[in-house]
T-cell receptor, first 118, second 114 residues
Framework: DARVTQTPRHKVTEMGQEVTMRCQPILGHNTVFWYRQTMMQGLELLAYFRNRAPLDDSGMPKDRFSAEMPDATLATLKIQPSEPRDSAVYFC????????????????FGQGTRLTVV | GQQLNQSPQSMFIQEGEDVSMNCTSSSIFNTWLWYKQDPGEGPVLLIALYKAGELTSNGRLTAQFGITRKDSFLNISASIPSDVGIYFCAGQRWAGTSYGKLTFGQGTILTVHP
């Protein structure tokens, strides 16, 4: 049963600490999305990658957030330093272009990392 | 940027009733997706739409891609208690600098009373 795996599921950290969230996309998927979900803002796109290259990270605060794909099986989202306003659920999703290739990409979500910064 | 307006924000219905929700955008999308999210879980894909005017069903769910490519709706027929959750629309463009960018609506919270 192919699924997107995110770790950790929950993280509580103190303000100022570095937080790293990891995502293992579904094998064979070449597109990875990072979203942040809060009650106020809903699902916000932070960044997305295709074939490990960043396509758009305009939704991400550049001064403290960074997203990378060290290889095709791992995507990371780091926050340094973390702040209380970063508390949210962070989702990773993966997908591949639908054939024929002009149909976009369906995205399949992981279970999320619930981050609490105190 | 691209904005999706999803309505209604919430719905309270009786079991057995039909439900309808929709999304509108100021921009054209090439693909519309509908997701459902249960508490503590990630969104799960329900239906994907690829062509303007397309009408697609998945069990009791039916979704349509608007002719103008700026809107989509989702209908749920004969609702049951397990339909409870948050429903999201998402639009995607696969042209230009936003290729593949997936933008979500604000969600519709559905409550079904037995």
């Amino acid at each position: 049963d192919a699924r997107v795996t995110q770790t950790p599921r929950h993280k509580v950290t103190e303000m100022g600490q570095e937080v790293t969230m990891r995502c293992q996309p579904i094998l064979g998927h070449n597109t990875v999305f990072w979203y942040r979900q809060t009650m106020m803002q809903g699902l916000e796109l932070l960044a997305y990658f295709r074939n490990r290259a960043p396509l758009d990270d305009s939704g991400m605060p550049k001064d403290r957030f960074s997203a990378e794909m060290p290889d095709a099986t791992l995507a990371t989202l780091k926050i340094q330093p973390s702040e209380p306003r970063d508390s949210a659920v962070y989702f990773c999703a993966s997908g591949s272009p639908i054939e024929p290739r002009d149909r976009g990409t369906e995205a399949f979500f992981g279970q999320g990392t619930r981050l609490t910064v105190v | 940027g691209q904005q999706l307006n999803q309505s209604p924000q919430s719905m309270f219905i009786q079991e057995g009733e039909d439900v309808s929700m929709n999304c509108t955008s100021s921009s054209i999308f090439n693909t519309w997706l509908w997701y459902k999210q249960d508490p503590g879980e990630g969104p799960v894909l329900l239906i994907a739409l690829y062509k303007a005017g397309e009408l697609t069903s998945n069990g009791r769910l039916t979704a349509q891609f608007g002719i103008t490519r700026k809107d989509s709706f989702l209908n749920i027929s004969a609702s049951i208690p397990s339909d409870v959750g948050i429903y999201f629309c998402a639009g995607q463009r696969w042209a230009g600098t936003s290729y593949g960018k997936l933008t979500f609506g604000q969600g519709t919270i559905l409550t079904v009373h037995p």
